[in-house]
């Protein structure tokens, strides 16, 4: 799969995985700093942000600054704003040495940031082509019957 296909698929994923978890309300937010999908709860008024990571991206030194800069992001009254990252499952454990090693997430901080893995999308069920059976004799009808008569 490409990159375009393939971050589409994965933000799609992302998406309806936070809004699962209640985050429904969009916030339109532009610039090149604001993260892919920022999502609200409505009730309890938290912010919750989104980012696709592809295997290409796992070695972009624009992707690691990113993902610092969108995990140390805090709300007005300084608390932490939960941050999920959309992966494709066999890239997880690159993505968990990866956050590690950038301090993103280790065993003391980073408890907000959470990976979200992506099973590949499901191949389209593919059918046997149909055999088709000879097409049986036409029977004379009695219109065909009396034409002939």
């Known amino acids: ?23 429904s309300c969009k916030c339109d ?6 993260p892919e999908v920022a999502r609200m709860n409505p ?7 989104g980012e ?18 969108i995990s140390q992001r805090r709300t007005r009254r300084r608390s932490s704003i ?14 968990d040495a990866l956050l590690t090693r950038l301090e993103v997430q280790n065993g003391i901080r980073g408890g907000h940031v959470h990976v979200v893995p992506i099973a ?5 069920a593919t059918r046997a082509p149909a055999t088709r059976a000879p097409a049986p004799r036409a029977r004379a009808t009695r219109a065909r019957a009396t034409q002939r008569a």
């Open 52 to 69: 696709t990571v592809l295997h290409s991206d796992l070695r972009s030194k624009r992707c690691h600054e990113r993902l610092i800069l």
């Open 1 to 23: 799969m490409s990159d375009a296909p393939a971050r589409a698929y994965l933000r799609r994923q992302l998406e309806a995985h936070i809004t699962e978890l209640g985050y």
């Open 120 to 124: 590949p999308p499901a191949a389209p």
């Open 82 to 95: 939960l941050f999920f990252i959309a992966v494709a499952a066999r890239d997880k454990p690159a993505l």
């Open 43 to 49: 009730l309890r008024r938290r912010l919750a942000y």
């Open 29 to 34: 937010r532009a610039g090149e700093d604001e």
